[in-house]
C-alpha cells in the first residue's frame, strides 16, 4: 500500500493498531504518522515502531492520504474545526469514536467528505482485532478495500450498515472488558480451590481462546458446542445448568 497513513491521538486503540499495521508490514514505517500533545508517548513510539511523529496535528493533516481521527469523541469538534482546512482534497477520514455518526463528522468538516466509521477493540494490540467499518456513500470500492485491508492486518473487519454500530459498540468494542471479567472470575475459582493464579489466569484464558476459535472455525451453533461438553450426568451440565438458574432469576 502506497499511502501515507496519519493518526490523531496516539492512545491505547491508536498503539494497538500502528504495532498491527507496522507488525503485518502492510506499509512501511515512514509512511505512518502520529500526533499526540505529550511528547513521552510520541517517543515511545517512535523508539518501538520507528514512525514519523509531531506534536502539531496540522502536519498530520496535509501528509495524510488515510487520516485516523483516534481521540475521544468530545474532542472532534475541537479538533476537525483544527485540521479541516489542511486536510487533502482525497483524503479517507477514518473515525474510531464510539458514537460519531457520519453526518455529524461531515457537518463538522463543513464540506462533503470522504467517511469511513469504524468501530475496532483493543485485541489488535495481539493482532486479534474485530473492526466493524461501515463508509459514507463518496468512499469508493478500491478505497473501501485499502481501510478493510488495515484493519484485516491485524484481525478481523466486516462492512455493516451504520445503524448497527452502536449494537457492534456493545457486542465487539466493549466486550473484551467483559470477557476478561469472566476470566478473572474463572481464575478465581481456581485459586479459590488451590491453583497458583498464574496458572489459573493460563487455564482460564486458553479455554477461552479455544471455544472462541471453535465458534469462528467449526461453524457449529454456540449451543451445538455446549452440547459437545455436556456428557449426560456429568461436571459440565451440573455447572451449565446452575448458570441458567441464576440467568433465570434476573
Known amino acids: 500500500m502506497n499511502k501515507i497513513i496519519g493518526f490523531i491521538g496516539s492512545g491505547n486503540m491508536a498503539t494497538a493498531m500502528i504495532g498491527g499495521i507496522v507488525n503485518s508490514k502492510l506499509v512501511s514505517p515512514n509512511k505512518i504518522m502520529a500526533s499526540n500533545p505529550t511528547k513521552a508517548k510520541l517517543q515511545e513510539l517512535s523508539e518501538k515502531y520507528k514512525i514519523n511523529i509531531t506534536t502539531n496535528n496540522h502536519e498530520v493533516a496535509k501528509e495524510s492520504d488515510i487520516l485516523i481521527l483516534a481521540v475521544k469523541p468530545q474532542y472532534y469538534p475541537e479538533v476537525i474545526e483544527e ?26 468538516f463543513n464540506k462533503k467528505i470522504k467517511i469511513v466509521r469504524v468501530m475496532p477493540n483493543t485485541p489488535a494490540l495481539v493482532g486479534e482485532c474485530m473492526a466493524a467499518i461501515s463508509p459514507c456513500p463518496m468512499v469508493p470500492t478500491d478505497e473501501l478495500d485499502l481501510i478493510c485491508n488495515i484493519f484485516n492486518s491485524f484481525g478481523k473487519c466486516e462492512i455493516v450498515p451504520e445503524n448497527l454500530m452502536d449494537v457492534v459498540t456493545a457486542v465487539s468494542g466493549s466486550s473484551p ?46 449451543a451445538e458446542l455446549k452440547d459437545m461438553v455436556c456428557s449426560p450426568g456429568g461436571t ?15
Open 83 to 108: 485540521i479541516k482546512e489542511d486536510v487533502k482534497k482525497d483524503v479517507i477520514i477514518v473515525s474510531i469514536a464510539a458514537g460519531q455518526k457520519i453526518e455529524k463528522i461531515e457537518k463538522l
Open 177 to 222: 472488558a467483559f470477557i476478561f471479567m469472566i476470566i478473572e472470575a474463572m481464575a478465581d475459582g481456581a485459586v479459590l480451590e488451590g491453583m497458583p493464579r498464574e496458572k489459573a489466569y493460563t487455564f482460564a484464558a486458553q479455554a477461552v481462546l479455544g471455544s472462541a476459535k471453535m465458534v469462528l472455525e467449526t461453524g457449529k451453533h454456540p
Open 236 to 250: 459440565t451440565i451440573a455447572g451449565v445448568s446452575i448458570l441458567e438458574e441464576n440467568r433465570n432469576t434476573r
